[in-house]
């Protein structure tokens, strides 16, 4: 152990600026890796903030303490080289922007959607697709706020969508085929949900878990279990039963887009209506290139990737 | 901490304790080695058995979590990147296998990132290579103490790895959460099942049930090959004794303590509770050991060696840091890339942990 500590002292520099200056510099890094713990702490723990400015503000006091520290660790290490220090700060301003990306998109995926030219387009999402004539259809978002928004939330903040919450984007009631039946309409409805799914895997894992919710009720009926699906060149996961109780077929189609979770739910009585629910789901189209510049730049461009 | 092999006999760092065979100190060793199962079982059992699931319940992030999983969780997670304060952070350490060190964990991230194949079959055998490495360390503890004692480094060590995978991971394996093991792997590899994959079908519905039809076999297996093997691990070290062999009372507490715990928690708790124990203590241990073993190298790394607080600090750094990757990892964490890092992360630390604690090459 002692040949182990003699090795570490030649090769762990702490004396590059030597005496009063060496101690001063080290001093400055306690203070500046101080600042990036609690930044850090603040940016994982801490309550989300309710503006854009506020979160950039955290995400800035964040960066600025890891970029400081970084400048001073590196800049007392013989090991490292000082390329290090662009390259790490780059790793971490990309980190940044990501989150930040997130961030606003958890206010872009509520921007109510816009007919143009016969379409659904959810520029916030990134995501297009037909709409039948003669529908009705109803594009303003609606929340449900999840238990701790309920008691805490900010009612004036702007509408935005928080972790774990579910949000109804757009709902197509078609009209009945038969003037006497009035519960025979066709119903698309898109929800989004903010669920950050670590992967694939992950991702089907709650698509599973949301079909064994539902079908767990009484009068539910599995007709296909969860699997993976290609729709309109996008991966999707879906699932599909039947409701005995309303008589009606249940299609529940799901896209990942980043950290939302996008739920196309179809339903229809009349077996007939199968070709439109799959010309519906073809009809689907990505609003916006994909690729690293829609990476960067964020919701501008689109969510989906 | 798997291999700490005892090729050199006495241990380097010559600390007071090495006369009385502790490998820090006998309030230390007690605490956070020999009797760190117990402090887990004391910790663990009362605080998710006794009180109310409500009184903890507190939002982060604007989701109400229970804040005793929390903290559990993220200091099981947090113990996981420690190991790069020992294999990155030690030179010495990291001339060893340079390799190993840069090129593989950027080629697992990379792969697991690219790839749900890879993430899935990094993620399934992560959670098998978590029981075996777990059992070693153990074994690793039993060996130093072994050495301690100034007794052969070969002696009695095949009994010792197989009695602490007798101890630790035969539970899993003959216990009623085998089964949960078994789903919890192969869910790693759910995105198969739901492509219709025949692979995913056969590890998903017939390669569980398979195994769930014949756990009982796999339970008496276990029970036929690990009594006998107790009985006879037993005689073998009375015979090692007649020998000449020393006995270091500090190991057959480790193992009595360790074994006792594991049979306790997985034969009578909830999976979730044994999980919780197993796991707490084993990350314990490994603060304690890195701990001990690093703390002058990381207090110069983090520039603290000049000042008269400077291992306090240092400590404190280092907890703080670990706890907020492990509540990231275990919590905070999306997307492929973030995922893979702690996928990544995970194996490392099982890895490297098989070979960055060799007491032959004067590591620890």
């Known amino acids: 152990m002692a040949g182990l500590a003699k090795k570490n002292d030649e090769n762990v520099r702490h004396d590059v600026a030597g005496g009063l200056r060496g101690r001063w510099l080290d001093a400055a890094f306690q203070v500046c890796l101080a600042w990036f713990m609690m930044a850090l702490t603040w940016h994982l723990l801490g309550p989300v903030p309710e503006t854009k400015f506020d979160y950039f503000l955290q995400l800035a006091v964040l960066w600025l303490g890891y970029a400081f520290s970084i400048w001073l660790w590196i800049l007392r290490s013989r090991r490292l080289p000082l390329v290090c220090i662009p390259v790490l700060l780059t790793v971490g301003f990309v980190a940044t922007v990501d989150s930040a990306r997130t961030y606003d998109a958890s206010f872009q995926v509520m921007i109510p959607a816009k007919v143009r030219d016969g379409r659904v387009i959810h520029d916030g999402i990134g995501l297009s697709y037909a709409l039948f004539p003669g529908c009705q259809v109803d594009l303003q978002p609606q929340v449900k706020r999840n238990i701790a928004l309920q008691a805490n939330g900010n009612p004036t903040a702007p509408l935005r969508l928080h972790l774990e919450e579910v949000a109804r984007l757009c709902r197509i009631v078609l009209a009945p085929r038969s003037q006497q039946n009035d519960d025979s309409s066709m119903v698309i409805q898109l929800d989004v949900v903010y669920d950050r799914p670590r992967g694939l895997s992950s991702f089907v894992r709650r698509v599973r878990d949301f079909e064994r919710s539902l079908v767990s009720r009484p009068k539910m009926r599995v007709i296909r279990s969860t699997h993976r699906s290609r729709i309109a060149g996008l991966d999707t996961v879906e699932f599909e039963y039947f409701n005995d109780q309303q008589k009606r077929i249940y299609r529940q189609v799901q896209l990942r887009a980043g950290q939302f979770m996008l739920n196309f739910s179809l339903h229809y009585v009349d077996e007939a209506d199968r070709p439109h629910v799959d010309e519906f789901l073809n009809s689907i189209r990505l609003a916006s290139p994909k690729g690293i510049v829609a990476w960067l730049v964020g919701c501008e461009l689109g969510m989906l990737r | ?364």
């Open chain 2, 1 to 364: 901490m798997s291999d700490l092999e005892c090729q050199a006999m006495p241990t380097p760092r010559q600390s007071p304790s090495a006369k009385s065979g502790f490998i820090i100190g006998p309030v230390y060793d007690s605490v956070f080695i020999i009797g760190a199962p117990i402090l887990a079982v004391l910790i663990v059992i009362p605080l998710f058995g006794l009180s109310s699931s409500s009184l903890f319940g507190y939002p982060i992030k604007g989701v109400i979590r229970d804040t005793r999983q929390v903290f559990i969780g993220s200091f099981i997670a947090a113990h996981l990147v420690l190991v790069y304060f020992r294999s990155h952070a030690n030179i010495n350490i990291f001339r060893t296998h340079p390799f190993c060190f840069t090129v593989v964990p950027a080629a697992l991230l990379i792969a697991t990132a690219m790839s749900p194949w890879i993430m899935g079959i990094a993620g399934a055998v992560a959670i098998w290579w978590d029981v075996y490495h777990s059992s070693l360390q153990t074994f690793g503890f039993g060996r130093i103490y072994d050495a301690k004692q100034k007794n052969s480094p070969i002696a009695g060590r095949d009994l010792d790895y197989w009695m602490n995978l007798v101890l630790y991971a035969g539970p899993v394996l003959a216990g009623a959460h085998f089964m949960d093991h078994v789903r919890q792997s192969l869910e790693q590899l759910l995105f198969l099942k739901a492509s219709q994959s025949p692979i995913g079908v056969l590890l998903m519905e017939t390669t569980p049930d398979f195994l769930q039809r014949h756990q009982g076999y796999l339970t008496a297996t276990v029970l036929a090959f690990g009594l006998p093997f107790a009985i006879f691990y037993l005689y073998s070290y009375y015979c090692l004794q007649r020998q000449g062999y020393r006995v270091s009372w500090q190991k057959v507490w480790l193992l009595i303590v360790t074994g006792s715990v594991s049979i306790y928690v997985w034969g009578f708790h909830s999976f979730l509770d044994a999980f919780f124990v197993m796991n707490f203590f084993h990350a314990l241990q490994y603060f304690a050991i890195v701990w001990f073993t690093e703390q002058q190298n990381l207090t110069r790394i983090f520039r603290l060696d000049r000042f008269s607080f400077g291992k306090s600090l240092t400590l404190a750094w280092i907890v703080v840091f670990c706890f907020l990757y492990g509540y990231w990892a275990g919590y905070h964490v999306t997307g492929v890339w973030g995922s893979g890092l702690a996928v990544t992360t995970a194996i490392m630390h099982f890895w490297y942990d098989g070979f960055i604690w060799s007491v032959r090459k004067q590591q620890v």
